[in-house]
């Protein structure tokens, strides 16, 4: 990609605003809307207190440009991403709206953790543009961006997107089919999947599952990826483990009926104080606040690699 590009974010909540910081930071200039007001309005103050935060320069900011309308926001945008709430419709209809106002070849992203891509996409008239970007949560502290293509995206605008990313320091992934969950979402989902059954088998409470996670291989896997680990001990030790242990784990096509009761009687997790375990404020903010400062050390530790 020569030059930079002209950026358009659709959103200026939790991700949108993230998005529009890191590509202001890579020097791209950033338009940025959102259809609740009060949300737009703090966009800017948002982005400049995490700038601060992180000792990144504040003068970013000054890239980012809130604006009101979206017509306004993607007409003159070589590449557009779309960081709305997670509903099929509503992601549909406003990408229709999108295409009625930017280039042919303007490249339209949208960031979704789990929704297919081919759906949100189906029925705009150049889908060769149109592919989604997967961001992580906080935007400007995980690396990870998986890029996906559907049956119809041009290489093109995935050597773009990827290229794009890479540029903004991010670590792009690419996807090549389009699956719910796509690879990040999938891993973690079947991780939780079991942890739920542990506890709902009586095997043992979440606060077991979360420190045999944390103080054994979760220790490894920033370093030690799970086919890296498998090459390292063999893939005849883990086609042994296999056998064992793959036809105890499980395997239910729908969700734990006991993750279903917990949301049937009202515990939510931090939403209501109580999930798999009890949460005071003071615990949530710790929590919060652990996992904050873990992710900043790690983005310091790549810098320096």
Known sequence: MAGKARIAVIGAGLMGHGIAQVFALAGHEVTITDAHKPTLDSALSRISANLRDLGDDETAVNRVKPVADLPDCVRDADYVVEAILEDMP???KTFAEIEQHVRPDTILASNTSVMPITE???GLKHRERALGTHWWNPPFLVPLVEVIGTRWTSQEAIDFTMKLHADAAKQPAHVKKDVPGFIGNRLQHALWREAVSLVERGICDAETVDKVIKAAFGRRL?????????DLVGTDLTLAIHKTVLPDIDHRPGPSPYLERLV??????FKSGEGFRKWSAE???ALRSKVL???KKARENDSKT
């Open 90 to 92: 509503l992601k549909q």
């Open 120 to 122: 949100i996409m189906q």
């Open 222 to 230: 920033a370093v030690l990826g799970p086919l890296e680990n498998a």
């Open 264 to 269: 049937a009687e009202g515990k939510l997790g």
């Open 283 to 285: 615990e949530q903010a």
């Open 293 to 295: 400062q873990h992710l």
